[in-house]
């Protein structure tokens, strides 16, 4: 039984207290479904933790953006292409503080996903948040990013307009700016698309959300052949939160309310706000070259090997 | 240009007699690696070929122009002066980090197959007398797929330009990032990209040449921020590969989508350049951006 079946199950017997209306018997019965989601959604499996990260009723980066600004103006458009819709950017306000967000949104319903392109940018999306961060560094405002997205999107026409380099331009420009920058993993961090909005200062992510190379489905069709076996391939991947804090991939995990972020979406981004307040200001000590310098030696640390035979370098 | 060619040439052969005090690589000393049949069929063309008379003409079919995919050895062998190459940075160990079943044993019989440590060497070498610092990606080694060892090779591989104060030259050719490493694999874009700017900032050449295949977390981390980006003939690159791109729009793709011509057409490779041609190529860029001090 996976964390839809549970979740199901516990809103079936929400919808039906409500229908008996007999108070003392409801409180009774509530009080026991608080019981059975403590004891069954505490634990949760890697897979199970995919399926939050993709949940329909998720909060999506709009839903943060607008807990987190005071007020918000949309900038849009790459000025070479067209705007990219699956990638949102502009100025806002956190508690006073001018910041540009750069965000990948997703759908609520299907006509809007469609819109969006399920959140997997092209790359004068990428191209796009590229030239608001480096307005940003003009105007020396820091940088938080949204990341929410299976994967970059893999066309026909972003092949042509070279989702690879929009990739790595993005890669080698991010490490490039001296104002500081913090990635927030909402939900699904898929593969280069997530890294190329990731490479920061400061990575945090929600306890529900994902960070992997690929989706549990393509890594169990590349390595095991069969797409079913996505399931199994989550557990191997260690794609969850916790696992990629013990790799020091990621910097800090923000709590989630039991059963998933839309159980009480306004404490999700409460938590996720004061997660990033407090980044922020211990960001905002350090001068740009340290920051810098900083952001760059932390990923130059990356990496599981063992080395012997030193040369001369 | 020919004359300064030359001069740099003239060069090298007053230098080596001091040959003798280079540490003499592994790898130079090995033999050229012919495949095992006498005669083998082209994929293309569907000739049979001469294997011998192909390894001859630089592992570029006869018949049809085809240009075989090639071992990192190999690769040395008709790219650099021989004798020139020094390795570097060898004998880093692949470790495990998600206990995958049967990781180990694979690295460990790529690496018998193909003599190397990983999918990726480096080291110093002369083009036609020009010193640089040369990289090649093999991908006989796990489809030259990059995981942590590769992306410290390739990091390490700048590191040491900027140290030497060269020029880097990187022959890449991979199926993108390694599944098996996870998200240490996906970190390695993000430290080979900065690997790329350190060693820009230093006001040094990044040639990057891309080979038949370049696909994945290669092409969008280093292999395409090059300051200059050949590329071979009919040579493979892009993000997604075809087989993923055909499921997602769900019909046949063109001719031709994804070579490397099609890509200089779109504007993301400077020059398609044939093999036989290619050395003379990277010397002369080498030589154009020599450091007047």
């Known amino acids: 039984m996976n964390i839809l079946d549970k979740e199901r199950k516990v809103r079936e017997l929400e919808s039906k207290i409500d229908e008996l209306g007999n108070k003392e018997i409801t409180s009774k019965l509530k009080l026991e479904i608080d019981n059975y989601k403590q004891e069954s959604m505490i634990n949760l499996t890697s897979w199970d933790r995919v399926l939050l990260a993709r949940h329909q009723l998720r909060p999506t980066s709009k839903e943060f953006i607008n807990y987190l600004c005071d007020d918000f103006i949309e900038l849009r458009g790459d000025r070479l292409f067209r705007d990219d819709k699956s990638i949102i950017g502009g100025i806002g306000t956190i508690n006073g503080n001018v910041v540009t967000i750069i965000a990948q949104q997703k759908g609520k319903s299907l006509d809007e996903n469609l819109e969006r392109n399920f959140a997997m940018p092209h790359p004068e999306g990428y191209r796009k948040a590229l030239r608001l961060m480096k307005q940003a560094e003009k105007f020396r405002r820091p940088i938080i990013t949204l990341i929410d997205t299976p994967g970059a999107y893999p066309g026909l026409e972003a092949e042509e307009r070279g989702q690879g380099e929009a990739i790595a331009r993005n890669l080698l420009e991010m490490s490039n700016f001296t104002v500081p920058t913090i990635a927030v993993i909402i939900g699904e961090g898929g593969s280069g698309g997530a890294l190329a909005l990731g490479v920061t200062n400061k990575v945090i992510m929600l306890e529900n959300a994902i960070y992997s190379i690929l989706s549990p489905e393509g890594y169990a069709t590349i390595l095991w052949k069969d797409a079913s076996l996505a399931s199994k391939a989550a557990e191997v991947m260690k794609l969850t939160s916790y696992d990629l804090e013990e790799f020091g991939i990621i910097d800090r995990i923000v709590k989630e309310p039991l059963g998933g972020a839309h159980f009480d979406k306004t404490l999700t981004f409460k938590n996720t706000k004061k997660a990033i307040l407090e980044e922020l200001y211990s960001l905002r000590k350090l001068t740009g070259e340290e920051l810098r310098e900083s952001r760059m030696d932390k990923y130059r640390e990356f990496g599981f090997f063992q080395r012997f035979n030193y040369d001369n370098l | 240009m020919n004359n300064l060619v030359k001069t740099f040439e003239n060069r090298r052969s007053l230098k080596s007699k001091f040959k003798i005090a280079r540490t003499k690589s592994k790898i130079t000393s090995s033999k050229i690696d012919v495949p095992k049949g006498l005669y083998e069929k082209c994929p293309t063309c569907k000739e049979t070929v001469n294997m011998k008379n192909t390894v001859d003409n630089k592992f570029i079919c006869k018949n049809c122009g085809e240009h075989f995919r090639v071992r990192a050895i190999d690769r040395l062998k008709i790219t650099v002066d021989s004798g020139t190459f020094v390795e570097k940075g060898h004998g880093y160990i692949t470790l495990n980090p998600l206990f995958q079943d049967g990781y180990e044993e694979k690295i460990s019989d790529y690496k018998a ?43 390490k591989s700048f590191e040491y330009a900027m140290y030497k104060k060269l020029p880097i030259i ?22 080979t990209s900065q690997g790329v700017l350190r060693h820009s900032k230093m006001g040094l050449l990044y040639i990057s040449v891309l080979t038949n295949p370049t696909t994945g977390g290669v092409t969008a981390s280093f292999a395409t921020l090059g300051d200059i980006i050949l590329a071979e003939p009919n040579a493979l690159v892009g993000f997604a590969g075809p087989r993923v791109i055909e499921q997602t729009i769900n019909q046949k793709l063109p001719e031709g989508f994804q070579r490397s011509e099609f890509l200089e057409k779109k504007g993301f ?24 001090r």
């Not at chain 2, 197959?113 to 796990?142: C, H, Q, R, W």
């Not at chain 2, 993108?176 to 996906?186: D, T």
């Open chain 2, 113 to 155: 197959k193909t003599n190397l440590d990983e999918a990726y060497i480096y080291g110093y070498a002369e083009i036609n007398g020009v010193p640089t610092v040369i990289g090649i990606m093999d991908s006989y080694f796990l489809m030259g797929s990059m995981g942590s060892v590769v992306g410290e090779k390739v990091t």
């Open chain 2, 170 to 191: 990187i022959f890449t050719a991979s199926g993108g990032a390694r599944m098996q490493e996870g998200i240490f694999s996906l970190m390695q874009m993000a430290k």
């Open chain 2, 269 to 292: 490779i400077d020059k398609v350049v044939n093999r036989n041609d290619l050395k003379d190529t990277l010397s002369k860029l080498l030589i154009l951006h020599r450091r007047i």
